[in-house]
C-alpha cells in the first residue's frame, strides 16, 4: 500500500543550488508531498470545524434541557396548590392570561392614539394604510438604527393583527404568472440577515412575493426591528407576503431567550403593551403555507399524525404558547360558570401534562436520555396524582379516567373523560399536539416518529413518515427551518425534505452561512447563501474555523469550569489513592459523566488541556488554569460562582414570569409565594417566619419591591459583608417593628430545617446547636442555609434526589438575625 | 522465564496503547457520525483517517475503503469495521508525518527561480497537474489561505509555519 516518504537524504542528493534543471520525477514527488500535506491539513481543520458545530449545538440543546426542567418547576407551580391556598392567586395570577373577551375591551387596552410623538422624534412617522414608501422608509430607518416611536409600533401591531386574524391557518400560494417565491428561514433578531436578503433579492412586491418561515425573534438584538418590518410589508402587500409561525413566536420562549427583555429595555413606557399585543399576534400567525399545493413549508416539521385538514380547522388563536394548554371555550352553561375557576385549572393540569413530559424512548440522541427529565415527569405526576385525589373529594367531578392522567405521558394526548370537557378536552389535546409538532419537530435519519426529548416538544421523524405524509397529501417537498445549519441548507429524506436556516453567523462570527430560496413554476429550489458582517468577508476559511473554535472552547472551558464542583467529586471517586493525577481517558468520561454534552472529550483536550506528564492530568491544577481564564470575584465563594453562572438565565426568566406586568419589580407578597413554591418544590421546609425575613433582607435600597438584582442576590451565597448589612437591616427593622420572640425561634428552626443529608442541595452551616451559643446577643441565631465553608467535596449528590438537580443548587441566603 | 515477563510486559503495555489509540478513532469517528449510530458517509473517511495523522495517497484511500465498505455498498461504513482497519494503519504507523523541513524543500523544488514565493498561476499548475491533482475546489481553497492578499503571491515560508503551528497533536 502505501509508498511512503521519502527520506531528507534523497532530497539532497537530487536537489540543485546552482539553479541546474531538476528532473521531472522530484517536481513529481514534490508537488505529492505537498498535496498530502494539505490534505491532511484540510482534514485536521475539518476535525475542528466538526466539533466546534458539536459543542455549539450541544450547548444549544443544553440549554434547552435547563429550559426544560424551568418549565416542569412552573408546571409544579400550576400544579401544586390546594383551592384554599393563597399561592393560587399568584399562579393563576403568573399563567392566566387577561381574559378580556371582548375586541372593544382589548383595542381599548391597546389605544395608541393618547400617545404623543415628541416634535424631536426623528424617526418614521406612519399613516395607515400604509405604502411601499412608507415600508421602505421603515427599512431605512432601521438601517440608520433609529428607532421606531412607540406610538407607531402600536399601531402598526393594530393593524397588523386585524389583517392576521382574518388569515386562514393555511396559506396558500401559487406561482402562476411565472412568479418565482422566495422563502426565507430563521432570522432570530438578524437584522443584518435580513437587510442583506432584501438587497440581494429585492424587497417583497407584487412581482416579488416572499414566505417567511417563523423565528422572528429571539437571540439577535434587533428582534423588534426585524418584526416590525416583516408587518409592514404584509400590510403593503398582503397577497404577497406570507409569514410562518415558528416555535419561538411565543410569549414564554421569548422570556427566555431575550425577545422579552430587548422590547422592554428598547420601549421602557409602554413595552409592556406591545409585549401584551405581541402576544396575541403571535397566537394568530397562520401555521403553514402550501405553495401549488404542491410544495409545504412548516418551521419546524411533521410527525406521523400530522393532518392538513385538521390543521386546517383548528382555532389557531387559542394556542397561545405551546407549552400551555389552550385556552378554554367560555363555557356555556350559567352554573359551571362559578366553578369555571376550579375547572379551568383542572383543565390546565390536565393539559399541561403531556406538553413536556415524555417517556424514556431509545432515540438519536441517546445521551441525552441520562438527563432526569424522566425523574422530573415521575415526580411532578405523582404530586399531580395525589393533588388531584384531593380535589376529587372535594369537586364531585367524577374522575375515572384520571388514573391514566400521568400515563399521558406517552406520544399521542389520550383523553380525558371529564363530563362537562370530554369533547373538548379531546380535540384541543389532539389539536394541540398537532401545533406542537409543527413547530417543534426534527427529522432524523431512521424510521419511523419518536417524542422530541430534546426540545421537549413535537417529534423526529423519519424518511417514511415523509414519504407517508407527502403521499397522503399529494405534496412533492417539504421546506422546513428550525435547525441551523452550515451552509444555509440542507437536504435530508432523499430529498423531499429541506432545512433552511437564513440567520448567518449564529453561533459566532463565521459559524456558518445563511440561506434562502427561490421557486418558480418548476419548484426547483434555486438556493442563495450569504454571510452577514464585512469581518467575514476578509477571513479565509482556515481563519474563520479558528474564531468560531475559539469562541465555542471559551464557552466549553466556562462549562467546565462552573462544574467544577461535581467534576473534581467525580475525579476523586477514580483517584482514590489521592495522587491528583488522573489518565486522559478516565479525565473524558468523567467529564462526559457530568456534563452530558456527548463530545468526543478525546478529540478536544489538546485543546482543554495545556499539558500532561506521562499521560496523566494534574486536575488541580488544570481546574487553576481554567480559573485563570474567568473573571476573579473574590467575594463569591467557589461553589456559588457556579451556581450563579448556571442559573442566571433561569433565574432571570423565573423573575420575568412572576412579574407578570413586566414592571422590572415583583412584590412583596409575590416573592414570598414564589420561595415558599420553590421550597415546597424542592423539599425543603421553610417557616413562614424565615421567609419573612428572607424577603425583607432581599429588598436592599428599601424601596419596598424587589428588581432583578435583588432577585438574583437573594440566591447568592452572600460574601461576608452582604451578611453583615443584612444583619443590621434587620436588627433596624426589629428595632422599628414587631418581630417573633427570640427564644421561640430556634427550637421552630431546629425541627424544620433539613439534615444534609436529605437535601444535599442545601448546605446547612454547622448544626443550629452551635449556633444558640452565639444567641447570647440580642439576635436569634438561625443557621444560614447557605454554606460559606464548605470542604470540597463534600458536595456529593445522591443520583436520586436527581430529580431536583439543577435547579436544587441554589442555596437560600437566611442571614442570622 | 524472564523472557515470558518481558512479553506480558510488552503485551500489557501495548494492550494500552491499543486503549488509547482506539479511543482516539472513537473519538475521531464520533465526530463525524451525524446521527450517532455507528455510522459515518463514506465520503468521510479521507478525512478522518487524515485527521488522525495519516497521510494516505488517494489510491492508498481507495484500496482501504474498498476493504471498509459493504459487500453491497451502502455509502456507509460500520464503526465495527473501520476500527480494526484504522487500528493496523495507525499502530503499523503506515504513513508517516512530513516534517517542516521536507514540506519547504518541497516548496523550493516547485519555486525554480528561487524568488521565495511562487505565483498562484504556478502553484496551481503543479498542483493541479502533477502528483495526486487537486480538485478545482481543493486549489482554490488553498489558495484562498495561501495567497497573500496585497502581494497576490503565496509566500510559502509564512504559509507552511502558519498552517503547521495551528496543527496540534
Redesign the interface.
Known amino acids: 500500500m502505501g509508498c511512503g516518504v521519502t527520506k531528507n537524504s534523497e532530497f539532497n542528493k537530487r536537489f540543485d543550488k546552482d539553479g541546474n534543471a531538476i528532473p521531472a520525477a522530484i517536481t513529481m514527488k514534490a508537488a505529492v508531498l505537498i498535496q498530502r500535506w494539505y490534505r491532511k491539513s484540510a482534514a485536521r481543520m475539518e476535525m475542528r470545524r466538526r466539533y466546534t458545530w458539536n459543542i455549539f449545538q450541544s450547548m444549544e440543546y443544553a440549554d434547552l434541557q435547563d429550559q426544560i426542567k424551568l418549565y416542569n418547576f412552573l408546571g409544579y407551580l400550576m400544579d401544586n396548590f390546594t383551592p384554599s391556598s393563597s399561592e393560587r392567586k399568584l399562579i393563576s395570577h403568573i399563567f392566566r392570561e387577561n381574559e378580556v373577551c371582548r375586541d372593544a375591551e382589548w383595542e381599548r387596552y391597546f389605544s395608541y392614539t393618547n400617545i404623543d410623538v415628541p416634535d424631536i422624534y426623528s424617526g418614521p412617522r406612519l399613516t395607515f394604510p400604509l405604502d411601499m414608501d412608507q415600508a421602505a422608509d421603515l427599512l431605512e430607518a432601521f438601517k440608520n438604527k433609529q428607532q421606531l416611536h412607540s406610538r407607531y409600533v402600536l399601531q402598526l401591531l393594530l393593524e397588523t393583527w386585524k389583517l392576521l386574524r382574518v388569515l386562514p391557518n393555511i396559506n396558500r400560494v401559487s406561482t402562476c404568472h411565472s412568479k418565482e417565491i422566495t422563502i426565507c428561514g430563521d432570522l432570530h433578531g438578524q437584522l443584518e440577515d435580513l437587510l442583506l436578503i432584501f438587497y440581494k433579492n429585492g424587497m417583497p412586491s407584487m412581482e416579488k412575493p416572499y414566505v417567511f418561515n417563523g423565528d422572528y425573534v429571539d437571540r439577535g438584538k434587533d428582534s423588534i426591528e426585524v418584526l416590525l418590518i416583516l408587518f409592514a410589508f404584509l400590510l403593503v402587500y398582503p397577497g404577497d407576503v406570507y409569514l410562518n409561525r415558528g416555535n419561538h413566536e411565543d410569549h414564554i420562549i421569548n422570556l427566555r431567550y431575550g425577545f422579552t427583555k430587548e422590547v422592554l429595555s428598547k420601549y421602557k413606557l409602554h413595552g409592556k403593551r406591545i409585549l401584551k399585543l405581541l402576544q396575541k399576534i403571535f397566537s394568530w400567525l397562520p401555521l403553514v403555507t402550501v405553495i401549488d399545493q404542491r410544495v409545504l413549508i412548516v418551521h419546524g416539521g411533521i410527525s406521523d399524525t400530522t393532518d392538513l385538514s385538521l390543521i386546517a380547522r383548528v382555532d389557531r388563536h387559542r394556542y397561545v404558547s405551546a407549552l400551555r394548554p389552550p385556552k378554554r371555550k367560555t363555557p356555556s352553561r350559567a352554573n359551571v360558570y362559578a366553578d369555571s375557576e376550579r375547572y379551568d385549572e383542572m383543565l390546565i393540569c390536565k393539559n399541561r401534562r403531556g406538553s413536556l413530559t415524555f417517556p424514556k424512548t431509545f432515540g438519536a440522541r441517546e445521551s441525552f436520555q441520562r438527563r432526569s427529565l424522566q425523574d422530573f415527569s415521575s415526580t411532578v405526576a405523582r404530586t399531580l396524582e395525589q393533588e388531584l385525589e384531593v380535589r376529587h373529594r372535594q369537586a364531585e367531578f367524577s374522575l375515572s379516567s384520571f388514573s391514566k392522567s400521568h400515563r399521558i405521558l406517552s406520544s399521542t394526548l389520550s383523553s380525558d373523560s371529564e363530563p362537562e370537557s370530554s369533547e373538548f378536552a379531546d380535540t384541543s389535546n389532539d389539536e394541540w399536539k398537532q401545533i406542537l409538532d409543527l413547530l417543534w419537530s426534527d427529522p432524523m435519519s431512521h424510521s419511523g416518529c419518536i417524542p422530541n426529548e430534546v426540545r421537549g416538544g413535537g417529534c423526529y421523524w423519519g424518511p417514511d413518515v415523509t414519504e407517508d405524509f407527502l403521499n397522503r397529501h399529494n405534496l412533492q417537498l417539504i421546506i422546513r427551518s428550525h435547525e441551523c445549519k452550515q451552509d444555509g441548507y440542507e437536504f435530508c429524506h432523499n430529498r423531499k425534505v429541506l432545512t433552511l436556516f437564513s440567520a448567518s453567523n449564529y453561533y459566532e462570527v463565521g459559524s456558518n452561512r445563511g440561506a434562502f430560496v427561490r421557486l418558480g413554476p418548476d419548484l426547483v429550489p434555486y438556493f442563495v447563501q450569504y454571510q452577514a458582517t464585512s469581518t467575514t468577508r476578509g477571513l479565509s476559511f482556515p481563519q474563520s474555523v479558528k474564531r468560531t473554535e475559539h469562541t465555542a472552547l471559551k464557552v466549553l472551558r466556562e462549562q467546565l469550569f462552573v462544574h467544577k464542583s461535581d467534576l473534581l467529586s467525580a475525579f476523586q471517586e477514580i483517584d482514590k489513592e489521592n495522587t491528583g493525577l488522573i489518565c486522559l481517558t478516565d479525565w473524558a468520561s468523567a467529564i462526559e459523566r457530568v456534563l452530558h454534552l456527548d463530545l468526543p472529550w478525546q478529540v478536544l483536550h489538546p485543546q482543554l488541556v495545556s499539558s500532561t506528564t506521562d499521560g496523566k492530568l494534574d486536575y488541580h491544577r488544570w481546574f487553576r488554569d481554567l480559573a485563570l481564564k474567568k473573571p476573579s470575584s473574590e467575594h463569591i465563594e467557589q461553589s456559588m460562582l457556579e451556581t450563579l453562572y448556571r442559573h442566571r438565565s433561569t433565574l432571570e426568566t423565573i423573575f420575568r414570569i412572576v412579574d407578570t406586568d413586566n414592571s422590572g419589580f415583583i412584590t412583596f407578597e409575590d416573592f414570598r409565594q414564589t420561595l415558599k413554591l420553590l421550597s415546597a418544590y424542592l423539599k425543603m421546609e421553610i417557616s413562614d417566619e424565615v421567609i419573612n425575613e428572607l424577603v425583607i433582607s432581599t429588598d436592599t435600597n428599601n424601596d419596598g419591591s424587589i428588581d432583578i438584582d435583588e432577585f438574583m442576590e437573594a440566591f447568592r451565597l452572600v460574601d461576608k459583608s452582604r451578611l453583615e448589612r443584612g444583619k443590621s437591616l434587620l436588627k433596624l427593622k426589629q428595632d422599628n417593628q414587631s418581630l417573633p420572640q427570640e427564644t421561640e425561634t430556634p427550637q421552630t428552626v431546629d425541627s424544620t430545617f433539613p439534615q444534609t443529608s436529605q437535601c444535599p442541595a442545601l448546605q446547612t452551616a454547622d448544626p443550629p446547636a452551635s449556633n444558640t451559643a452565639d444567641s447570647a446577643s440580642s439576635q436569634t441565631a438561625i443557621p444560614p442555609a447557605s454554606q460559606t465553608a464548605d470542604p470540597p467535596g463534600s458536595h456529593t449528590e445522591d443520583s436520586s434526589a436527581s430529580q431536583t438537580e439543577d435547579l436544587c443548587h441554589i442555596s437560600l441566603v437566611v442571614p442570622p438575625q | 522465564m524472564f523472557v515470558k515477563f518481558i512479553e506480558i510486559h510488552n503485551f500489557l503495555l501495548s494492550e494500552n496503547i491499543i486503549?488509547?489509540t482506539q479511543?482516539?478513532i472513537?473519538?475521531?469517528f464520533?465526530?463525524?457520525d451525524?446521527?450517532?449510530?455507528k455510522t459515518v458517509d463514506v465520503r468521510e473517511i479521507?478525512?478522518?483517517?487524515?485527521?488522525l495523522?495519516?497521510?494516505?495517497?488517494e489510491a492508498?484511500l481507495h484500496?482501504i475503503i474498498a476493504e471498509l465498505e459493504e459487500e453491497e455498498p451502502t455509502g456507509f461504513v460500520r464503526y465495527e469495521k473501520f476500527l480494526p482497519t484504522m487500528t493496523k494503519i495507525l499502530l503499523e504507523r503506515?504513513?508517516?508525518p512530513?516534517t517542516e523541513?521536507?514540506?519547504l524543500?518541497?516548496?523550493?523544488?516547485?519555486d525554480?527561480q528561487?524568488k521565495g514565493h511562487l505565483e498562484p498561476e504556478e502553484l496551481t499548475k503543479?498542483?493541479t497537474q502533477?502528483?495526486?491533482?487537486?480538485t478545482q475546489e481543493?486549489m482554490d481553497?488553498?489558495l484562498?489561505?495561501a495567497v497573500d492578499?496585497d502581494k497576490n503571491v503565496i509566500l510559502y515560508r509564512d504559509f507552511v509555519s502558519m498552517?503547521t503551528f495551528?496543527?496540534?497533536?
Open positions: 486503549t488509547e479511543k482516539r472513537s473519538n475521531a464520533d465526530v463525524f451525524h446521527e450517532s449510530n479521507g478525512t478522518i483517517i487524515r485527521s495523522g495519516c497521510f494516505p495517497s492508498d484500496d503506515k504513513f508517516r512530513i523541513d521536507l514540506l524543500q518541497a516548496f523550493e523544488v516547485l525554480q528561487k503543479y498542483l502533477e502528483g495526486e491533482p487537486f481543493e481553497e488553498m484562498s489561505a492578499p498552517m495551528d496543527d496540534t497533536r
